[in-house]
Structures are given as C-alpha cells and as structure tokens.
C-alpha cells in the first residue's frame, strides 16, 4: 500500500502570506495525486487533481506542483474562509486510493 | 445533478450489526466505483474499501479487510456498508463518494455511527 505523509500538522499564516503544504508518497505516483479542503463540519471538497489542475470553481489562490514523490500544495494569501484541514490523496493505484494524515490551517 | 444521500446517524450497543447506505442520483450508478472512508473524531480520512456497481468488484484496504462489507443494490441505486458485530471503535463519522478518473468530486454528508453500552 502507498502511504502518504504530510507535513507540518498544523500550519498558522496571516492573510497577507503564502501557506505551503507538503505531502509526500512512499513510492512514485507520477502525478496521480489529488488534494482536498475539510472545513469543520463539512464533507472533503477537491481542490487539485492530477496534482496541478484545479478543480472546478476552485479559486486562483490555491495551487498545486510536484510529480513522483514529492507534491506542494500553495495558498497565495490566504483568506479567513480556507481555515480547514487539507488532504493529499493518491491515486497511483486507482480504484485504491489513500490519504495523508491532513494539515491544519489556521488564519491569525 | 450529482447526489450521494447517506443514511442518519444511528447509536448503536456493541455487538450489534449495522448497514448503512448511501443512495445515488443524477449520474449512471453503474458506471463509477464508489468509496466508503471512515472519519474518527478529530481525526484524518481513513479509505475503507472500493466496490464498482457495474459487476459488484470489491476491493477493501488491509486495515478494513474481514470487518466490514460494501455491498450495491442496482435496482436502487443505492451502495451499502455494513457490520456484522460493532465495536466501539468503530464509532465515526463514515462518508461514501464517487470515484471519478482522477480524484473524488462528489461525496456523501456523511453518516456518524455511535457504538456504546
């Protein structure tokens, strides 16, 4: 099974910077990842497939780069609203898929 | 337009058996692999298993192989997730969702099962 790991757990920034989350797979995915936003008591929503694409209706701000094991994903000014946690989910082994652990955003 | 309907919350005591569902519409059932992922409180998206509609192919994650069964009713469009003698902790909150090509688009409201004596 792939595991994915994500890094930092939890992640504070202020409106005016850039967030950076990492995840990474234990194996080459290629570019089969997709990213999601949990927002407290909400369903996962996708942001970002085949690692870079965003999804539809998704805002220019979030953005996603990487390939084989290594992926980021961007918040370029970050809003009030993406206070959430986010997941990295591979996809390598379609149907199979697997999470990373999530990174927590927090807005100061 | 796409719509997963799960079942609501139920509390259940242990050993009991559960089936929870989760009811499509808007799209071909047949045709997408739909996903069962459990959701411990306060914690991360956990992926419990696969099954495809079309020929009932099921595939489980290591971690959830013998403890629960996806199971699809055609007829009415609706996956099931079921368990034959609950523990406490399975209690959680468990979303089913389409599996699309590349990512999951859609995704249920989510059903939160309570196991306590």
């Known amino acids: 099974e792939i595991v994915m790991t994500q890094s930092p757990a939890t992640l504070s920034v202020s409106p005016g910077e850039r967030a950076t989350l990492s995840c990474r797979a234990s194996?080459?995915?290629?570019?089969?990842l997709a990213w999601y936003q949990q927002k407290p008591g909400q369903s996962p929503r996708l942001l970002i497939y085949a690692a870079s694409t965003r999804a539809t209706g998704i805002p220019a701000r979030f953005s996603g780069s990487g390939s084989a094991t290594e992926f980021t994903l961007t918040i370029t000014g970050p809003q009030s609203e993406d206070l959430a946690v986010y997941y990295c989910q591979q996809y390598k082994n379609w149907p199979l898929l697997t999470f990373g652990g999530g990174t927590k955003v927090e807005i100061k | 337009e796409v719509q997963l309907i799960q079942s609501a919350g139920e509390v259940k005591m242990p050993g009991e058996s559960l089936k929870i569902s989760c009811t499509t519409s808007?799209?071909?059932?047949?045709?997408?692999?739909i996903v069962w992922v459990r959701q411990m409180p306060g914690k991360g998206l956990e992926w419990m298993g696969v099954?495809?509609?079309?020929?009932?192919?099921?595939r489980y994650s290591p971690s959830f192989q013998g403890q629960v069964t996806l199971s699809v009713d055609t007829s009415l469009n609706t996956a099931y997730l079921q368990w034959s003698s609950l523990k406490a902790s399975d209690s959680a909150l468990y979303y089913c969702?389409?599996?699309?090509?590349?990512?999951?688009?859609?995704w249920g409201q989510g059903t939160l099962v309570t196991v306590s004596s």
């Open positions: 194996q080459n995915i290629n570019s089969d």
């Open positions: 808007g799209y071909t059932f047949v045709s997408y692999w």
């Open positions: 969702a389409r599996v699309d090509v590349a990512g999951v688009a859609y």
């Open positions: 099954i495809y509609p079309g020929d009932s192919d099921t």
